[in-house]
């Protein structure tokens, strides 16, 4: 897919340059015109797989433009028919209105770095195609700052060929432009500062990376999985439940993983902490809060608390459940905070956990017992779906947000 992309592009340009070589370009730039609408599919397909909304309107949008630019080109005109111009300039306005707004909507408003470059390849791309496609020669200009937005925004969503393929391009569009300011007889020497301004000014506006700390995060659409910030060190915590009339007799936490996007973090035994407590007159909602107790601790593989096993006492009534609350916490590294925001910084929101243990219960072993869910993770207060189910309650009450 990315070379497809890649190659499309990167042979429009070259050929839209070579056109300005030419006494009668028209064919090297019709050629030029089509190997672009052959990239654009690609590109489109791409963006979206990494939820990069403005980017893929500017793409979308930029349809027309080249569709203009191939029957001018064609026809040998300069001056397109003011109704369609004026049509295409709507068009364009309406997309990228609709590809900014699904991203405010995606991220909670503009708040990742990719969204910032996103923004920057609208006044490139889309001014640049508009301006190419009446042989201004000003739209070689703003390509530049179209072309550096988006090899970065190529090099931190990880497709290195395009990434280069990025950069190898600024060599004909930089060609280009002196060229079409030779030909237009407009002042070299103030062009070239120009240029170099827009190419500065692109890489300025990649602003640094957010440390976690400058993030609110939190984790939508899941009950499974939650991410708690207590200041210090930020901790991904898996609540596990079991209620009944039997008696788990042994917990052991096997492996797992929670997936943030591209980045995977592997739960081991060793870099976990477990603890289990046991509620033995729970009622059937399993919504109390007090009654629990501390039956099992365990701090990255050693175990301090041990008394699962332990005979229980008889019930005073008889409707009275069992109630296990088993807690999963992965603190994490700084390391792991910054490939965090790294991914969320790249769009990469949606994520997925799974964990694997075995348990004894009533002395019958369960092996390969295991939970696997869905989630996105999001800047900003979740909404609350714990306070929709009254056996979170516990849960509400040790980990209060």
Known sequence: MQWWGGIGYLLSKIFIVRSEFLENGRNSRLIGWFAYLVGMPAWVILLLSKQSWIASAVEIAGIPSVILGIVLTWKQNNSPNKYIDGSIRVFIALVILLGVVTSIYTFGGIKTLSQVLEILIIFGILISNYLLARKNPFGWLTFTLGLTSTSILMYIQNKPILFIQQLVS??????????????????AKLCVVALFAALSFSNCATIRQKDFTQYNFSLNNTVSIFLIDNEKA?????????MGDYQIDRFEFDHGNILIGDYDILLKRDETNISVYLNEAADEDGGLIDGFNLIYLENNGRVSVSKMAEPLAPKKESDYLNHYYIFIEKHLTNNEMKNIVSEYEKGNVNSQMSIWYDLAIDGEEQYGSGILDNFELYDGPSIDLAGFFTNLNFFRAKYPK
Do not use: D, E, R, S
């Not at 600024?170 to 002042?187: D, E, H, R, S, Y």
């Open 170 to 187: 600024l060599i004909p569009v930089i060609i280009g432009f002196i060229v079409c300011m030779k030909k237009a007889k407009i002042n």
């Open 234 to 242: 930020p901790y991904f915590c898996i609540p596990v439940q079991y």
